[in-house]
């Protein structure tokens, strides 16, 4: 029985699970997910230190002329101190002087022969102070499992004395491309050949989701040579993507294949369009989807299928790119079917691109989004709202 895409993403999902976790230097880490807590091993900041270029000043003393007695730069390390009617010049960053509580802005007083007369009436008590421990106190959760690693968490981390963390890793993808009839680009065409391109558009998009160890096999279009390919990318890889060679004709192999390499079928054959024969199974806890090997059809069910499994696999979030547009011109389709149609977002509105063959890729290299249109429906009117499917940027 076929099932239809809501259901065959949910399917995905309950088999994926994370991968084990792997510890990583900060500066490898972006776009990871933290596997475990951690805790601030000291207060940050260290000690009490000024947030301005200024003069450090008891607040008790603000309407007094005042005498500057010293200079506190970032980095300093000797003790100063300040009592009744003193003040020191400070820089952003410096402790405070033993004795301050309060930061006047530099561009707030005037100074003549060392004195300082402070021009502020809305001066607060503590101003332009940072107090020991305000980012975070030793002993604190300083930011939590399941956090993503963006560049301001990672620079966080740094910022506590961190050097690497613990995270999930991103999946190693296997990309096995079948078919006698593909030919390698740079290459010249024999009769009967194509371009091979679908590598090209699975490797970048994969990239773009931060999976950067790819492997690519080629596999004719023979039983035992693809069950051989397929059994080696499991063993190598935590997701195989086929493309090609799914379908039910003479020399569509995959599935059987699959169930000699002992891949566990938990579906094969989806109710849309492009991509109905889209195939999944599972290897222990290994991923394994056959996709048709129509161009449109693969970035079609990878965007659909393959890459919310990247992120739950890797610990991320799902990012949720449907949304609602206006429909610009009328469009018709078959019933019993999903249909993803290639188009253009902008503002609000979505219009549908021309040449939305599986077998056409100039439509979907301008586009970005697909309209999704749902299996019960066979006519949409202009000027109604449909689902949208954000490409990612």
């Known amino acids: 029985m076929l099932l239809n895409v809501n259901d065959a993403k949910s399917a995905i999902l309950k088999h994926v699970r994370r991968l084990h976790p792997i510890k990583l230097p900060l500066m490898k880490a972006i776009g990871h997910v933290l596997a475990d807590d951690i805790y601030a091993n ?133 990309i096995i491309l079948t078919g006698k009839e593909l030919q390698r680009p740079g290459l010249p065409l024999a009769a009967g050949q194509v371009y091979e391109s679908n590598s090209y558009s699975l490797g970048a998009a994969l990239s773009k989701a931060g999976v950067h160890e790819v492997s690519v096999y080629f596999a004719d279009d023979d039983l035992i040579t693809l069950k051989n390919i397929l059994a080696e990318a499991i063993a190598a890889n935590d997701m195989v993507v086929l493309t090609g060679g799914v379908s039910v004709g003479d020399y569509d192999f995959v599935v059987e294949a699959a169930k000699l390499c002992g891949v566990e079928k938990i579906f094969h054959k989806v109710k849309q369009k492009p991509g109905k024969p889209l195939y ?61 149609v290639k188009a253009i977002y902008h503002d609000g509105y979505v219009s549908p691109l021309g040449a939305q063959e599986s077998f056409r890729m100039s439509s979907f290299a301008n586009a970005n989004c697909m309209i999704r249109l749902e299996e019960d429906r066979v006519s949409y009117s202009a000027g109604e709202k449909v689902q949208v499917y954000l490409l990612p940027e």
């Open 42 to 174: 000291v207060d940050i900041p260290a000690f009490k230190q000024s947030s301005m270029d200024g003069y450090a000043i008891r607040f008790e003393d603000r309407s007094e002329s005042l005498s500057v007695i010293g200079e506190m730069a970032a980095g300093t390390n000797f003790e100063l101190s300040i009592s009744n009617a003193e003040a020191a010049r400070i820089f952003t960053g410096a402790p405070l002087p033993e004795g301050a509580d309060t930061v006047v802005m530099q561009e707030k007083v005037s100074v003549d022969v060392g004195k300082l007369t402070i021009q502020d009436p809305f001066l607060k008590q503590g101003l332009n102070t940072r107090e020991k421990g305000s980012e975070v106190k030793a002993g604190a959760m300083a930011i939590t499992k399941d956090t993503y690693l963006t560049p301001a968490a990672l620079g966080f981390l740094a910022g506590i004395g961190e050097t690497d963390v613990l995270v999930y890793p991103m999946p190693k993808v296997g």
């Open 280 to 340: 999944f199974g599972t290897f222990e806890n290994k991923l394994i989807f056959g996709l048709p090997g129509n161009p449109s059809s693969v970035l079609n069910c990878y965007y659909q299928f393959v890459l919310p499994a990247v992120e739950a696999i890797s610990g991320r979030a799902i990012m949720e790119r449907l949304i609602e547009a206006v429909l610009e011109t009328a469009y018709e389709k078959s019933v019993g079917l999903t249909h993803f």
